[in-house]
């Protein structure tokens, strides 16, 4: 149980496109999912928080309007990387909780490769 | 503010047993965790340990806390190649976040 899947799995895009990527629960309903952006050899960087039916709390220097988060049901959550440019390139992950709270064991995604020509 | 600091490589060979070391500074930790991540991959949940246990073992992994000086380790007993990834401690506090370590690379010799 507890499986979390992302698609696609990798992304290929011209800069000045924009890019989504979608993460569903596949087998528990997920009141919280969370971005993470991975750079190479280094640990995750939380991007956002989303619950289903609010808004995403977005980090400190994380831009909302270039990464569009929606939650929109219990098992998807969709990021959208908005004119994407080079520096985007990078490995996303989302991972869900499935319940509310603290105790929660966040379950993760296999990630997307990201890749802005 | 919370951090969570890790040894970044650790090699050792096939059979050996492998001790990964992690520190973290929130005192209000609640529960701390191990993730795997094998190359391209998400991470995956190994275990995890609350703040209030000393010790969990589960196969071949076993998990010591030391809370006084906010220690976590994971040993792997018999270390096998397939064993090879990174292993990232995390740690969730009183906040909804949970912190994440660097990651520890480890690398299994035959």
């Known amino acids: 149980g507890a499986v979390v899947s992302q698609h696609p799995s990798w992304v290929i895009c011209k800069s000045g496109t924009s890019v989504k990527i979608e993460c569903r629960s596949l087998?528990?309903?997920?009141?919280?999912m969370f971005w993470y952006r991975q750079f190479p050899k280094q640990s995750l960087m939380l991007m956002a928080t989303s619950n289903e039916g609010s808004k995403a709390t977005y980090e400190q220097g994380v831009e909302k309007d270039k990464f569009l988060i929606n939650h929109a049901s219990l098992t998807l959550s969709t990021l959208t990387v908005t004119s994407a440019h080079p520096e985007d390139s990078s490995f996303y992950i989302c991972s869900a909780t499935p319940g509310e709270g603290n105790t929660d064991t966040q379950y993760f995604g296999p990630g997307t490769r990201l890749t802005v020509l | 503010g919370e951090d969570v600091e890790q040894s970044l490589f650790l090699s050792v060979r096939e059979g050996d047993s492998s001790v990964i070391n992690c520190t973290y500074t929130d005192s209000s930790s609640t529960y701390l965790y191990w993730y795997k991540q094998e190359p391209g991959a998400g991470l995956q949940l190994l275990t995890y340990?609350?703040?209030?246990?000393d010790m969990k073992q589960d196969q071949r992994l076993t998990v010591l806390l030391n809370k006084k000086d906010k220690h976590l380790s994971l040993r792997i007993a018999d270390t096998q190649t397939g064993d090879s990834a990174i292993y990232f401690c995390?740690?969730?506090?009183?906040?909804?976040?949970?912190?994440f370590g660097a990651g520890t690379r480890l690398f299994v010799k035959a």
């Open positions: 995390a740690e969730k506090g009183g906040g909804f976040k949970t912190i």
């Open positions: 087998d528990f309903q997920a009141t919280t």
């Open positions: 340990i609350f703040s209030n246990m």
